[in-house]
């Protein structure tokens, strides 16, 4: 197959290069930002789907985090696509702070503490009686859903008015530089004619 390695990588090197990119943040950030910027459709719908899928990441349902993303997109009218690409932004990274943020936030909406509530983690009592343990992580997780909420109301406004305006001017700058390229190799046309 084409561009694939001879001899594929073991497990913890895939693991290391999904934690680390062997290229770097730098450029693994510059890869999205162009993947972003030239995805079909409007600053508007784009801006959009990266937001929603940047302001779900701030929610603590991890696994539902590109369905959420999705369907935030689709109500602002987002690019399904870029809310797949924001949800990036909750990652094995970022998840403690952002788990701490909203933990603070949700707490002091709440008026109270939730720290002391941590149950101990036992694999005896989640096969003995899964509803009744899991149920006893709601006083911990209730106050991270409290505090998701106004935080990704300001992540969403945050991306939506910073990627806008990223977009209009890259779009701007972009056919401006397809324009001047288009009448230099129309002038060396006329001239070699």
Do not use: C
């Amino acid at each position: 197959m084409l561009f694939r390695r001879r001899t594929g990588l073991p497990w913890w090197r895939k693991l290391v290069g999904w934690l680390w990119p062997s290229s770097g943040f730098k450029r693994a950030g510059q890869y999205l930002w162009h993947r972003i910027a030239r995805l079909p459709g409007t600053a508007h719908s784009i801006a959009a789907g990266v937001a929603a899928g940047a302001s779900v990441s701030f929610t603590p349902f991890i696994g539902l985090h590109f369905l959420m993303g999705f369907a935030l997109a689709w109500l602002t009218r987002g690019n399904l696509v870029a809310s797949a690409i924001g949800t990036a932004v909750g990652n094995p990274w970022t998840f403690p702070f952002i788990f701490t943020l909203t933990g603070q936030v949700g707490t002091l909406i709440l008026g109270e503490h939730v720290s002391g509530h941590v149950p101990s983690w036992s694999w005896d009592a989640l096969f003995d009686a899964p509803i009744t343990y899991l149920s006893s992580f709601l006083p911990v997780v209730f106050p991270l859903i409290v505090g998701g909420i106004p935080v990704a109301v300001i992540v969403w406004l945050l991306f939506y008015f910073s990627f806008k305006g990223l977009l209009t001017g890259y779009r701007s700058a972009r056919q401006i530089r397809l324009q001047e390229k288009k009448r230099t190799s129309g002038s060396d046309a006329s001239q070699a004619g």
